[in-house]
């Protein structure tokens, strides 16, 4: 299993001159997770990870590697991209195998799910932190560190059964440690590189405010909304001077379509203690100018919407009823009358 994983790491942390530095903690990592339903039924989704960021897809049928940046390739020769689909493919297709060859004695019970997790992080100022985790059933089994797989501390027997089978390869293991300390970190920073126009992108937040469902008597569910915003890191806060409210709570930040992001923000009050409170949005696209939007300006717009909905539709109302008196008491022309 570890001959076929080898190249294929190999291929996609291809090695490069590049020494820009960077200036927050950021990882690649290339997630696997497999799905045994039986011995002849087996699922398999790859992808790679830039951050938060998707950046690779796996055509499972045919091995091909979806690029799904322009950058996402870094310095990837059209030889190394067929190396690295093909390998890609018979890994895909062999280690399925050698799980099945050692379900019994691993105690790996049908339908299980196995996750594979591998890459590196760069943090400034710091030492580069590689890893590489297998998981049975969300849970992990070991983990390579120091050049050796090691058991995790709740993987019992099974864990210790793979990492004695996985150590005996001392050669693999040192080509291993090499490739995730050493060349996966300069192919990060290659791609950091050749994505850095899209990966820098400031773009703008829009917020706005609305009400959510009545948590109960007397009180109110306060809702800010913030989206299209990018990069990701953004603090947001519901305020009343310079204090921030206790109560506030925030979503998962969400992906939007074009790459931006979205969150809501939460506040539940009591009904009467509404006035003063504001949402506080601070982010690197803003330039230091926090956007503060206010409750109570929030509901005098909506009271001039109202209002401006309203009174077309009174005086519309009005206009139909002065028309329809005024039809029904005038005569019609003599020409029109009834013959005696």
């Known amino acids: 299993m570890l001959f076929l994983q080898i190249p294929l790491l190999a291929v996609l942390l291809a090695a490069v001159d590049n020494e820009d530095a960077f200036q927050e903690e950021i990882s690649f990592k290339i997630i696997q997770s497999i799905s045994f339903y039986n011995r002849s039924w087996v699922k398999s989704q790859n992808s790679a990870w830039l951050g938060d960021l998707k ?6 049928n045919s091995g091909r590697i979806i690029f799904l940046r322009p950058w996402s390739k870094g310095n990837l020769s059209k030889k190394e991209l067929k190396e690295l689909e093909e390998y890609s493919h018979k890994f895909s297709t062999e280690m399925p195998n050698k799980f099945h060859r050692h379900a019994n004695q691993w105690q790996l019970k049908y339908p299980f799910e196995i996750q594979i997790t591998r890459g590196c992080e760069l943090h400034p100022g710091g030492p580069t932190v590689a890893f590489y985790r297998y998981a049975y059933q969300g849970s992990e089994v070991m983990h390579f560190q120091n050049n050796s797989w090691l058991p995790s ?31 996966c970190p300069r192919f990060l920073l290659s791609i950091l590189d050749a994505g850095k126009a899209d990966l820098q992108r400031q773009v703008k937040p829009e917020a706005w405010l609305s009400t959510g469902p009545n948590p109960g008597p007397d009180r109110q569910m306060l809702v800010c909304h913030v989206s299209g915003f990018h990069p990701k890191p953004i603090w947001v806060k519901w305020m009343r001077g310079e204090q921030v409210q206790q109560g506030t709570q925030q979503s998962d930040i969400l992906p939007n379509a074009d790459g931006t992001w979205y969150l809501q923000v939460f506040l539940e009050v009591e009904a009467t203690e509404t006035s003063g409170l504001y949402c ?31 009174v077309p539709l009174v005086l519309l109302t009005a206009l139909a009823f002065w028309l329809r008196k005024r ?9 029109l009358l009834p013959l005696k």
């Open 153 to 183: 501390p709740k993987g019992g027997t099974r864990a210790q059964d793979m990492c004695k089978l996985y150590n005996q390869y001392v050669v693999i293991t040192n080509i291993v440690q090499r490739i995730l300390s050493d060349t």
């Open 280 to 310: 506080r949005v601070r982010h690197s696209s803003l330039g230091g100018q926090d956007i503060l939007l206010y409750l109570e300006h929030h509901r005098n717009s909506v009271s001039l919407i109202i209002l401006a909905v309203m």
């Open 55 to 60: 950046t690779h897809g796996w055509d499972n």
């Open 327 to 335: 039809w029904s008491h005038c005569e019609p022309p003599a020409n």
